[in-house]
T-cell receptor, first 115, second 116 residues
Framework: GENVEQHPSTLSVQEGDSAVIKCTYS??????FPWYKQELGKRPQLIID?????GEKKDQRIAVTLNKTAKHFSLHITETQPEDSAVYFC??????????????FGTGTRLTIIP | KAGVTQTPRYLIKTRGQQVTLSCSPI?????VSWYQQTPGQGLQFLFE???????NKGNFPGRFSGRQFSNSRSEMNVSTLELGDSALYLC???????????????FGPGTRLLVL
């Protein structure tokens, strides 16, 4: 089955600097890659996702890049702010016929923004 | 539009008991997936339901089961609880329609289960 590895497990960044989190996946058929942000005691919230038919997607300060050949994708947060402090999870999935709504998650990155 | 809701939010049970958790998806969503979140194992897929049918199942023992009703609401049941079942149980809903890519999943707040 799919295996998703996520690095680093913890990341501390000075406010205003950029943060990058990287994930690799094993299943070459995976074609959907979401990123979730989970604040302490709260539900995972989708912040951005990318499908395999594009190589990059951006939404304000957040961007995701996908390298299908190398089977890795990355989350980039620019101009970090204290409210960006949270645990970030990457995930991967493929559609094997109709259905199979299953996400395989990375182990998470605890991002701390230092004021 | 209301988000995914889960009840109860917190539960304390003892070993050997059973528990039922409930999830109400976003209106119009027909797919409900369940995940277990623990500090040691992270987020792990339990199963997914669409139109009252289980379409996909993760690597969990048979003590974990679920079902989905005609209104897309879903329940999961854990029988003969073990200490290791203590976790945050999250459900996520999506449209679940056919296509090349799976649909975006939106998570509920979770049910925190503590087994003593």
């Amino acid at each position: 089955g799919e295996n998703v590895e996520q690095h680093p497990s913890t990341l501390s960044v000075q406010e205003g600097d950029s943060a990058v989190i990287k994930c690799t996946y094993s299943d070459s058929a995976s074609n959907y890659f979401p990123w979730y942000k989970q604040e302490l005691g709260k539900r995972p919230q989708l912040i951005i996702d990318i499908r395999s038919n594009v190589g990059e997607k951006k939404d304000q300060r957040i961007a995701v890049t996908l390298n299908k050949t190398a089977k890795h994708f990355s989350l980039h947060i620019t101009e970090t702010q204290p409210e960006d402090s949270a645990v970030y999870f990457c995930a991967a999935s493929r559609r094997a016929g109709f259905g199979n709504e299953k996400l395989t998650f990375g182990t998470g990155t605890r991002l701390t923004i230092i004021p | 539009k209301a988000g995914v809701t889960q009840t109860p939010r917190y539960l304390i049970k003892t070993r050997g008991q059973q528990v039922t958790l409930s999830c109400s998806p976003i209106s119009g969503h027909r797919s409900v997936s369940w995940y277990q979140q623990t500090p040691g194992q992270g987020l792990q897929f339990l199963f997914e339901y669409f139109s009252e049918t289980q379409r996909n199942k993760g690597n969990f023992p048979g003590r974990f089961s679920g079902r989905q009703f005609s209104n897309s609401r879903s329940e999961m049941n854990v029988s003969t609880l073990e200490l290791g079942d203590s976790a945050l149980y999250l459900c996520a809903s999506s449209w679940g329609t056919s296509g090349t890519f799976i649909e975006t999943q939106y998570f509920g707040p979770g049910t925190r289960l503590l087994v003593l």
